[in-house]
């Protein structure tokens, strides 16, 4: 069962507080009086490895009466749409670098041009924002960066290589 699933399945009086085992630091917490917040699972998904306490505030209880560990499979991988956006962006940097190497304006002796292996692996690196976004700029030659950032958005450039972990 997906974790998302459980919580729906929560009862009022359910309160589970989910915790980076890594650095011991609650990333999120969640009620059944509430609907599920929709940055939980950027949340969860921040975190290798999570605590998910579950108590039962009912009858006032304090400790959890569940916990499970999860090890989250984090592994970003492009869509096809995500492919085909990181592929035009790439065609634009390499037609700008061209334009201005061409020009004399500048060389690309310390730079060079991203792949899509590249640009995937800076996703895995920075990471996606709150708002399951990647925004980053990229050089196209030694003094010039490309003519606007790259913006990969989860779900629509951008998923989980294992969907069914949350």
């Known amino acids: ?6 919580l729906e399945l929560c009862s009022d009086s359910i309160v589970v507080d989910i915790v980076d085992i890594n650095t011991d630091v609650a990333i999120a917490s969640y009620d059944g009086k509430n609907s ?4 939980l699972n950027d949340c969860i998904l921040s975190a290798s490895c999570i605590n998910v306490n579950i108590k039962d505030d009912y009858f006032g209880c304090s400790g959890s009466i569940a916990t499970m560990t999860i090890k989250v499979d984090t592994e970003l991988i492009l869509t096809e749409t995500g492919r085909k956006n990181v592929e035009g962006y790439i ?4 037609s700008k670098a061209k334009e201005i190497i061409d020009a004399g304006k500048d060389t690309s002796d310390d730079t060079t041009l991203p792949t899509c292996e590249d640009i995937i692996n800076d996703v895995k690196w920075i990471g996606l924002d709150d708002d399951g976004e990647y925004y980053n700029g990229w050089s196209v030659t030694d003094h010039y960066e490309a003519d ?3 913006l990969l958005k989860y779900g629509r450039d951008l998923k989980f290589a294992k969907e069914d972990v949350l």
């Open 1 to 6: 069962m997906k974790l998302i699933q459980l």
């Open 91 to 94: 065609r634009e940097l390499e």
């Open 148 to 150: 606007y950032p790259l």
């Open 36 to 39: 599920i917040p929709k940055y």
